[in-house]
């Protein structure tokens, strides 16, 4: 196969820079459009491109991670997701805020967020905190001149050029990132700036998905372009060590349907990791993912829709994110009339390649389809509470 010009492959970990020796495939699945692309009409939904997606796995960091590396500029340049659109992110927010309010008294901290999307952490904290955002996105640019301040923000990419640039060396007390670390091609180089960057001391926080929490649920509506790679505990503390940062904190969250919050302090020295990624364990566990992916139109919940949908009931799906682009794009035999999303940056749209249209959720209640998916299942409980007046039969395969 050529050359694709729409992504390259990964030549070395993204989190450790290891060579590709060391890198072994390990999942595959059928060719997909990307999951944050939203079409504005069902035309250009149908002619979206499909690329190969793969994962392979660090030997010897322990990250699995997307063997296609599709570019940043391609991934934001019309980038559909806001966090503050989700009641559920949200609440996520407003207590990690507090968290992070609680831990550092400090009344003048300086605090840089990586990924700030529409801010809504940084809206949170403290006034007299010094508040900085890094995103290139469209949300995030249009979300700064909205708020009319609060923070600062710098629309561009996070790494050593910009903190060279920004002579930001040494300069910030803290710095977070939210689900961004899912985002970036290359982590290492990512992880370099933030300890040039930070203050001697000064401490790294990271939210990301749980590999643990995707493989014991066969969470596989989760992998997609993307989210570039999947982090677990050791795999982060053994790449962040190798550039003098120790883990002082962690913690499993629910967030995104399992999550893992910890936080890093810069150190004088690298703190390499004492234990060796269980790899076997590992492979045994992603050869399951595996399996239940290739399996996903045996699932119960897939065969019983599928069932109904053959003797003529309708159906449709509530929650237009990237899982309901991966899930709707890897089942296409169950068709659905059209997907519910409380995003007006969404509505309106279509899932590409399949062309589903997007609507607003009060179609729900006017239309009464006999069956919805909820396919932003880590949400079903806040849904189906949204919508007390949906008479039909409410469904999730994951979660």
């Known amino acids: 196969m050529g050359p694709n010009p729409s992504f390259r492959l990964i030549g070395r970990c993204r989190g450790c820079h290891a060579g590709m020796d060391l890198l072994v495939p390990c999942f595959e699945m059928d060719p997909m459009p990307l999951a944050g ?9 149908i002619e979206a491109e499909r690329l190969p997606l793969s994962w392979m796995l660090c030997q010897s960091c ?6 296609q590396d599709v570019d940043e500029a391609i991934l934001f340049r019309r980038y559909n997701y806001a966090s503050s659109t989700v009641s559920g992110l949200v609440d996520h927010f407003k207590a990690y805020a507090g968290l992070l309010t609680r831990n550092y008294d400090q009344s003048h901290l300086r605090f840089l967020e ?31 001149q909205a708020s009319q301040g609060g923070y600062e923000l710098v629309s561009d990419l996070f790494d050593v050029q910009l903190v060279e640039s920004m002579r930001w060396q040494g300069q910030w007390d803290v710095i977070s990132g939210s689900n961004c670390l899912a985002h970036i091609s290359d982590l290492h180089q990512v992880f370099t700036a933030v300890r040039l960057a930070l203050k001697e001391g000064g401490e790294f926080w990271v939210e990301v998905h749980d590999l643990e929490a995707l493989l014991c649920g066969s969470q596989w509506d989760t992998i997609y372009h993307e989210h570039k790679a999947e982090w677990s505990l050791d795999s982060l503390t053994h790449c962040l060590g190798l550039l003098g940062f120790e883990c002082v904190f962690h913690e499993s969250i629910p967030m995104h349907g399992g ?3 910890c936080c890093f302090r810069k150190t004088s020295q690298p703190r390499l ?10 492979q045994a566990k992603l050869k399951s ?3 239940a992916y290739r399996a996903r139109y045996e699932h119960p919940v897939v065969c019983d829709l599928m069932k109904r949908r053959a003797a003529g009931q309708s159906l449709v799906a509530y929650g237009a994110a990237g899982r309901a682009n991966v899930f709707l794009n890897q089942t296409p035999e169950l068709a659905f009339d059209w997907i519910v999303d409380e995003s007006m940056l969404r509505q309106g749209r279509y899932l590409p ?16 389809p006999d069956h919805c998916l909820i396919t932003a299942w880590n949400y079903a409980r806040d849904i189906r509470l949204k919508n007390p007046g949906y008479l039909g039969q409410w469904w999730t395969a994951f979660g």
């Open 259 to 261: 999550a893992l919050r």
């Open 62 to 67: 322990g990250l699995v991670q997307v063997t």
């Open 273 to 282: 990791s004492r234990t060796e990624p269980d790899l076997q364990t590992l």
């Open 289 to 291: 993912l595996a399996e």
């Open 353 to 368: 390649h399949i062309a589903t249209p997007i609507v607003a959720k009060d179609r729900l209640n006017l239309d009464q």
């Open 37 to 45: 692309q939203f079409c504005s009409t069902a035309e250009e939904a």
């Open 114 to 144: 990586i990924g700030c999307n529409d801010g809504v952490l940084l809206r949170r904290l403290p006034a007299t905190w010094l508040r900085q955002g890094v995103d290139p996105s469209d949300v995030a640019c249009r979300s700064h």
